[in-house]
């Protein structure tokens, strides 16, 4: 079937402002949204720019705005989304062109709640061993592939300049609630400061973006509960 | 730390209940705190004596207030519900699931609450009384 | 190796504004909706007047409810509106200024009411 892509476009340096282009594309009920996009720029128009690299969702460089939504265009069908479509740059980012955005800021806050394992007590011979309960724990937040979904779509995050936003909490619960780790204390005191998860109004706006589906709005709550009581 | 989005480009982003109940949420909050103003300067006139006061109170009786009442009725109500809903969802992480039908569950509850009491309410101006 | 920015701010004002939001918002939701409804639905609006506040500020506890109805329900708004202030307003000269404004306005609200309560 025919499906029309309204795509918003612009380059910084040549444009004054955004503007929609449109394109038609021949495409069946089973492909995706990124498909589309390949085709225009293969085919039509070698100038439209966006990121994809493993088209299979796992490297989160396509997360986007589909039919005002956001989502990744290499995991959306087209029978999910109809015969037009509207694409547009993630929220919240300054465009570098078409749909990729400069990122460094998301990047930024990602690192500034450690996401990585402290533990400094000498390596037991084989592994640190944690039992399946422990390791169940925090599962849900590993899935996450930082693709910015959840923290472009969070309505305080477009207004609340200096909330480190879902995602940052999401990679934070990830090691606060793993009993391998030693660095809770000083995780902790980072979210329940002013940039962490009391900004969050539990909008529910992550979790529905959130194309792993993590429960994103949920891990923020369990990461609130441990900065009020002190502790996982 | 994202870029500041505007309003427009927030409004038209698809959200789902809840981010509708937020928004809600807070205009509702900003509409009663006006209120709670207006009310606090004019009960603040009882000390300018009885007839002072008996006169300012006198504008609530128009059919202007009336209705604004039931405005003031409607936000309170509504911050409530809502705030006890996102409360509880706080506090409660596992309850994501209900997301959707806790958001309309406390519509309903407010429909109930608020329709009778927004009838009552308006009766005298339905009696053409103001 | 990736550079790792400065921790952000500590410091737990926030949290406890929070917590303030969700617990004096439980006490509003009896204090406030049960002092509108007897205003506008048991006493009526069109009868209120100087002599029916008299008669109800004879007792010291109405005056008690009245100040922390006002006090609750002043701080609760206020803190609202400042976190309004903090999301959509910039960080920077103008923000502080309105915020110093809202903080007067709160003090002086909440003492307007205070000495009526308590002058009456
Ligand atoms: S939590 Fe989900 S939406 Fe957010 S960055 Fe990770 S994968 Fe993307
Ligand atoms: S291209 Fe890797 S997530 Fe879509």
Known sequence: MRVRFDIKRYDPEKDEAPYFQNYEVELGE?????????????????????????????CGSDAMRINGRN?????????????????????????????????QRFFQDYRSVLPFLVNDDPPPPRERL?????????????????????????????????????????????????????????RLARLAG????????TAYNCTMACPREIQVTRAIAEVKRAALLGGP | MLERTSFREGLRYRGGSSMWAWM???????GVLLFLSIHILETFTLSFGPDFYNNTMELYNTIFFRVAEIGLLFAVLYHAINGIR??????????????????WAGFVILIFVFIPLAVWGLLPVFRGEL | MASYPPAPPTGRFEMYSWLFMRVSGIVLLVMAVFHLLLMHYGIGVEQLNYQVVATRWGSPWWRLYDFFLLLLALTHGMNGARILMDEYLRAGGWRLVLKIVL?????????????VIVTF
């Not at chain 1, 966006?50 to 088209?55: A, D, I, N, P, V």
């Not at chain 1, 305080?156 to 934070?172: C, K, T, Y």
């Not at chain 1, 002013?194 to 109004?201: D, L, N, Q």
């Not at chain 3, 903080?103 to 000495?115: D, E, H, K, Q």
């Open chain 3, 103 to 115: 903080s007067l306005l709160y003090l002086l609200l909440l003492v307007m009411g205070a000495w």
């Open chain 1, 130 to 186: 944690q039992s399946p309960e422990a390791r169940r724990r925090f599962d849900d937040t590993t899935k996450c592939i930082l693709c910015a979904a959840c923290t472009t779509a969070c309505p305080s995050a477009w207004g609340n300049d200096s909330f480190l936003g879902p995602a940052a909490i999401v990679q934070a619960h990830r090691f606060i609630f793993d009993t391998r780790d030693h660095a809770t204390v000083e």
């Open chain 1, 71 to 103: 989502r990744l265009a290499c995991k959306t069908l087209i029978r999910e989304v109809g015969r037009r479509v509207r694409i547009e740059p993630l929220l919240g980012f300054p465009v570098v062109r078409d749909l990729v955005v400069d990122q």
């Open chain 1, 30 to 58: 089973t492909d995706r949204v990124l498909d589309g996009l390949n085709e225009i720029r293969w085919r039509q128009d070698g100038t439209l720019t966006f990121r994809r690299s493993c088209e299979h969702g796992i």
């Open chain 2, 86 to 103: 996102i409360t509880i969802q706080d506090f409660w992480p596992a309850l994501w699931r209900y997301e959707r039908a806790l958001v």
């Open chain 1, 194 to 201: 002013r940039c962490g998860v009391w900004a969050c109004r």
């Open chain 2, 24 to 30: 809600l949420h807070r205009i509702t909050g900003l």
